[in-house]
């Protein structure tokens, strides 16, 4: 009897293992949740890998589908890719282009414009010329609208390339891709519930783990803590100058700032916009968590000139975010971190911001 109570006990273990449940036969104990959540996490990261489709209407601008790859992923993000303001000079920006090789043997899977891809819509050569290189990028070239990108006729965007806003996912990694221009600096409307209700799914979505956001104006830049980025950008002295600005405009993000610092509880936040950089009296990088959220804010753009870079993303398996620039003109960059919100404050303000400015952020 004992030897057939054995049979079976051990027989039960046998099964146990071949279905693969990882009980231990006697008196061992089974796993700690926390070695169940690791033996998950690495299930997890070696799933294959997903990659949402671009939703109806909306395609990258070189015809490209966001294709699957591995779950750990790479991709380039740059503002004012059309260079220097400068009439006489060529568009897109020549560092950009002329950094086609290098940015092909990184193998991103995808880019990310930060607006701004054209200078003048009505010049049918300059986009021509614009588009004409995207299709020479094995990878897919998306855009968040910058007001060049607009011109007069706001609606030739999206006639062009489909919605000005839209979200797609890659594995664990949610990206929300917004237009700061239609609306002047604005969030609002049927836009601003896009943005609530994929903000909301991603608070109840155990799976996700980091959200991006990209826009081409530094909405986030409401702060004593981050003013700065808004400050010494493109449109740095139009802001200083606008009492329209700093009554109406800086308090815009407060619709849904509610929702993004309760989602950046849960997951990992990072908030990416591109309009600076253009003049080589503005800053080019920006780089800075914000402490009080845990959100990083970050800021790049291209004027044709030596220090020109694109910041590079590389996301792992499980979402984890890692930050580093990539040099297209000849001068080479310092780490990104260098470029945090501090240096730009003391390069430009080394008084300190102006007490009225303080007046009207948080």
């Not at 849904?256 to 950089?277: C, M, N, P, Q, Y």
Request: proline share 6%; glycine share 8%.
């Amino acid at each position: 009897m004992l030897k057939t109570r054995e049979t079976k006990r051990m027989m039960r273990c046998l099964l146990f293992a071949c279905l693969g449940l990882g009980l231990a036969c006697g008196n061992a104990t089974p796993p700690s949740s926390a070695e169940t959540q690791t033996a998950q996490e690495q299930q997890d990261a070696e799933k294959p890998p997903v990659a949402t489709a671009l939703p109806i209407g909306q395609r990258s601008l070189n015809g490209l589908p966001l294709a699957p790859g591995p779950a750990a992923f790479r991709f380039f993000t740059g503002g004012h890719l059309y260079g220097s303001p400068d009439p006489k000079k060529p568009r897109p920006a020549l560092t950009w282009t002329s950094s086609k090789d290098r940015l092909i043997a990184a193998l991103p899977r995808f880019f990310m414009g930060l607006g701004d891809l054209f200078c003048r819509i009505e010049d049918k050569a300059e986009v021509e010329r614009t588009l004409g290189f995207l299709k020479t990028l094995p990878f897919p070239v998306l855009n968040a609208v910058g007001n060049h990108d607009l011109g007069s006729r706001k609606t030739w965007w999206s006639e062009q390339f489909g919605p000005n806003y839209y979200a797609f996912r890659i594995g664990v990694t949610l990206f929300l891709v917004l237009d700061s221009e239609t609306k002047e600096w604005r969030i609002m409307g049927d836009q601003l519930k896009f943005l609530k209700s994929q903000l909301a799914a991603a608070r109840e979505d155990s799976g996700l783990k980091t959200v991006f956001l990209f826009t081409h104006k530094m909405l986030w830049a409401d702060s004593k803590e981050l003013v700065i980025a808004a400050l010494a950008s493109n449109q740095g002295g139009n802001l200083l100058r606008s009492a329209h600005f700093a009554k109406d405009l800086f308090p815009a993000t407060k619709s849904f700032r509610e929702d993004l610092v309760a989602t950046a509880k849960t997951k990992s936040v990072h908030w990416i916009s591109g309009d600076t950089g253009a003049f080589p009296n503005r800053y080019h990088v920006f780089l800075q968590r914000e402490e009080s959220s845990g959100i990083t804010f970050v800021a790049t753009g291209l004027g044709d000139l030596a220090r020109d870079c694109l910041v590079q993303v590389d996301v792992s398996a499980l979402g984890d975010v890692h930050y580093s620039l990539f040099a297209l003109g000849s001068e080479r960059p310092e780490p990104i971190e260098n470029y945090d919100a501090k240096r730009w404050t003391d390069h430009y303000y080394p008084e300190g911001i102006p007490q009225a400015i303080h007046s009207y952020v948080r």
